[in-house]
């Protein structure tokens, strides 16, 4: 699994997505006939369609993982500094206390996460519950050598490396390029498809998905498939409904969530092809929280769109969790699709 460690260890905040982009065009270009960028960042791959070309034309079927990540950017360097920042994405504030980062200025600074120390709190503020407005990076040099390396801006990321505990994996980002992996591994596994394929890694969708809308407006496709997390709350303090999914039950197919409906033909079609093939899935209705999905339907003639979701723990957090069989499940679930569409009329 070196690629996805590579690819969950790279920075990329929501619009400098430079570093992961870079790795995406290398792993794709074996893969597809021809591989694009466009103004907004995001990584289009083309791969024609095999077999007869049907009346009317071939059916466009557009995949999307986002290659952005939750983080920072640097908002003011203060008089001894220390450097305050805006988020890019939804953080709970809560996860933050002393955490390990990296300022991307003019060369990787590392830093840490500071706040009021609690010995001088007073008895109120000990009952406040931290802000992001609260906190500050402390990179350990004096006001003239941070403002020479740093600038209003520069992105700030996260500092956390891959690790395997028991069956499952651990990390920052997961959310979402692990979902930019399974996106990847299935066209290597499906190798060819009777549609035509565009394969995307997506910028920006963590501040509106606004990757994929871009992009799904050039492409006009007939079906969109997101790749992304979904919540797995099989936790201690949450229990039935709001468990949402489950670590090493599969792959999980989006019934709903806040940003789009899942078409029941689409969705039917999954199904039908996990039972066939023996992969592992559940489903999934999420309450709250969005996917690419949305993006892509928002594109003329308003395509048929589905999300395929990898559960995850702590989503949002430096120690995000994956099982690892739920990965593959969500590979070979996606590659089967792929690689049999079906006759792809998805009008109700």
Known sequence: MELLRKLVETSGVSG???????????????????????????????????????????????LAGHMDEIGFVVSFIDDKGFIRFQPLGGFDPRTLMAQRVTVLGKQDLPGIIGSKPIHILTEEEKKKVLEIK????????????????????????????METLGDCITCKTFDDRVGVYCMLEAVRKAKKSPADLYVVATTQEEVGLRGALAASSGIVPDVGVALDVTLANDVPGASGQDEISHLGSGTSICILNGSHITNPKLLARFAELAEKHKIKYQRDVLPRGGTDAAGIQRAPGGPAVITLSVPCRYVHTTVEMVHKEDVQATIDLLAAYIANPGDMDYNL
């Open 16 to 62: 400098r997505e430079d570093r992961i982009r870079q790795i995406v065009i290398e792993e794709l270009k074996p893969l597809v006939d021809e591989v694009r960028t466009d103004p907004t960042g995001n990584v289009i791959g083309y791969k024609r369609g095999v077999g007869r070309e049907p009346k009317g034309g071939r059916k466009k079927l557009m």
């Open 134 to 161: 609260d906190y500050f990076v402390d990179i350990g040099l004096p006001k003239e050598k941070v403002t020479e390396l740093v600038s209003v801006g520069d992105p700030i990321t996260m500092h956390r490396q």
